[in-house]
């Protein structure tokens, strides 16, 4: 059964799901249709999902960035399916998949953040985007543990701090964040971590 989340809602992973170590970060977006006198257009706009492997002080070291341009984590806990330049069709555009049990003790929080790819120069902004959602599945059986849709207004931001799977107490937690930011490119929001 899927728990649907709202804005700052926490909920436990691991504790009500005996054996559960395996779990994809689903995410999907859809470009809002542009309306003009001679009918509507999609817009194309590329989304990049990626995951930050932070510390107990919320810092992220090393290679611990998966996005498109480094699929996997130095430890491999963490792979990125790949990159989604449209996010056209249903279901999820992209995902990450985490492997909780091989996650580094000193990673406490995996930070899932959704940016605008070439977003200044393409004059593009998450109020271009439509049906966003994060959802968390059991990779063993693909049954959908969590989902969290993105409704709030976006226009102007150019990434998303959708959620975070996080220690605590030994087990993992899943937090629907839902905060944008004005990163303009994953290696900026990235450095707002170092």
Not at 55 to 61: A, F, I, R, W
Not at 101 to 109: D, E, F, K, L
Not at 133 to 161: C, H, M, P
Request: charged residues 25%; glycine residues 10%.
């Amino acid at each position: 059964m899927t728990i649907s989340l709202v804005k700052g809602q926490k909920i436990d992973l691991t504790k009500g799901n005996a054996g559960l170590s395996k779990i994809t970060v689903g995410l999907g977006w859809d470009p809002v249709q542009k309306r003009s006198f001679f009918g509507s257009k999609k817009v194309d706009i590329d989304c990049d999902a990626s995951a930050l492997l932070l510390d107990e002080n919320g810092k992220l070291t090393g290679k611990n960035l998966v996005c498109f341009h480094n699929l996997k984590s130095p430890d491999g806990s963490v792979v990125h399916s790949g990159d989604n330049r449209t996010g056209e069709g249903d279901g999820d555009d992209e995902q990450i998949n985490i492997d909780l049990a091989r996650v580094p003790a000193n990673i406490q929080r995996i930070l899932v953040v959704v940016n605008i790819y070439d977003c200044v120069n393409r004059k593009q902004d998450f109020g271009m985007i439509a049906s966003a959602y994060i959802r968390v599945l059991n990779q063993a059986s693909q049954q959908e543990l969590v989902r969290f849709n993105l409704t709030d207004n976006y226009s102007g931001k150019t990434a998303l701090i959708v959620g975070e799977v996080y220690r605590h107490s030994g087990e993992w937690k899943f937090n629907a964040i839902g905060e944008g930011s004005f990163a303009a490119h994953i290696d900026l929001l990235a450095r707002e971590y170092q």
